[in-house]
């Protein structure tokens, strides 16, 4: 598609990539309980989340977060899914 401004990495979800930070989106692909912390920090100001949130075989959501320019977080949810699971590195 001639895009060649992309990186890969696959590891951790939960610690996101810090060493890249920060990110104006963030598009996480497996539910988690809670955001993780360590992806919200990772979040610059104007930068917008979707990450699916709730238990695995549960009731799920797929949550927006914006972070406007004063760094305040706004959430909103966009509709139910169903999404496996995001595991952490042992």
Known sequence: M?????EIRCSDGYQGWPEKAPF????VTAAAADVPSALLQQLGPGGRMVIPIGLPYSHQELR???RDSDGQLHSSNLLGVAFV???KDT
Do not use: K, S
């Open 24 to 27: 104006e989106a963030i598009v």
């Open 85 to 87: 699971p995001m595991i």
């Open 2 to 6: 001639g895009y060649d401004n992309i």
């Open 64 to 66: 927006l977060l914006t």
